[in-house]
Nanobody
Framework: QVQLVESGGGLVQPGGSLRLSCTTS????????LGWYRQAPGKQRELVAT???????NYADSMKGRFTISRDNAKNTVYLQMNSLKPEDTAVYYC????????WGQGTQVTVSS
């Protein structure tokens, strides 16, 4: 049974930083790609970043240079370091595991506001 549990969301001022974590459970999680997606109110869920088991990363254009995805396979955890946050980054952020089937966490709210 695969489970993903996110943490680290919250309220931050524009220009601030947050670090999201997602701990996964289940066999062989370390061999699959992990990622972060987000969904703002009234909008579709969109890709933030992904990372392969070998550490290759991919970012949505609007996040490049501000967000960094990383993973610790020994801890079955993926991270998202978010810097220079903007109000338009406000969304629920979801952790994703792609085994060919997509698994999702419950989401963590990030609110960027003064």
């Amino acid at each position: 049974q695969v489970q993903l549990v996110e943490s680290g969301g919250g309220l931050v001022q524009p220009g601030g930083s947050l670090r999201l974590s997602c701990t996964t459970s289940g066999t062989l999680v370390g061999i699959y790609a992990l990622g972060w997606y987000r969904q703002a109110p009234g909008k579709q869920r969109e890709l933030v970043a992904t990372i392969t088991s070998g550490g290759s990363t991919n970012y949505a254009d609007s996040m490049k240079g501000r967000f960094t995805i990383s993973r610790d396979n020994a801890k079955n955890t993926v991270y998202l370091q978010m810097n220079s946050l903007k109000p338009e980054d406000t969304a629920v952020y979801y952790c994703n595991l792609n085994t060919g089937r997509m698994y999702w966490g419950q989401g963590t709210q990030v609110t960027v506001s003064s």
